[in-house]
C-alpha cells in the first residue's frame, strides 16, 4: 500500500508561481513512477506531468510544457511540481498518482492509476 499526500497549494496571481510537493510513504514506493493530474471543475481529470522512479525520464502535457517542471528526491520519498507562468486555466485540484508503470502512454490518462492523494486545490486569479 502507498499513501500520498499532497501540499502546497493555494491562491496565485496569473503570471506567479506554487510549487506542490507530495510526500509519499509505504513499501517500495521509491520503485514507483510518481506524477500529477488535476481536475477543473465540471472537467475531466487531465495529466499533467509525470517522472520515473529514478527521475530520468519525464512527460509533461502540452498545456504546462515549458511552465512546470517535476522532479523527485527519493531520499525523501517527496515528488515536487514546480508550477511557473501561471495562468487562468490553471485553476483545478491537483492529484498526485502513483504506479508501477513508467509508460508514457500509461500516464496519458487517470484510469486505472495505482495510488491517488486526495488532492490540492490551486486557484489562479487573473
Known amino acids: 500500500q502507498v499513501q500520498l499526500v499532497e501540499s502546497g497549494g493555494g491562491l496565485v496571481q496569473a503570471g506567479g508561481s506554487l510549487r506542490l510537493s507530495c510526500a509519499a510513504s509505504g513499501r517500495l514506493v521509491s520503485s514507483y513512477a510518481m506524477g500529477w493530474f488535476r481536475q477543473a471543475p465540471g472537467k475531466e481529470r487531465e495529466f499533467v506531468a509525470a517522472?520515473?522512479?529514478?527521475?530520468?525520464?519525464?512527460y509533461y502535457a502540452d498545456s504546462v510544457k515549458g511552465r512546470f517542471t517535476i522532479s523527485r528526491d527519493n531520499a525523501k520519498n517527496t515528488v515536487y511540481l514546480q508550477m511557473n507562468s501561471l495562468k487562468f486555466e490553471d485553476t483545478a485540484v491537483y492529484y498526485c498518482?502513483?504506479?508501477?508503470?513508467?509508460?508514457?502512454?500509461?500516464?496519458?490518462?487517470?484510469w486505472g492509476m495505482g495510488y491517488w492523494g486526495k488532492g490540492t486545490l490551486i486557484i489562479v486569479s487573473s
Open positions: 498518482a502513483a504506479d508501477s508503470s513508467e509508460s508514457k502512454s500509461r500516464w496519458s490518462s487517470s
Open positions: 517522472i520515473s522512479w529514478s527521475g530520468s525520464s519525464t
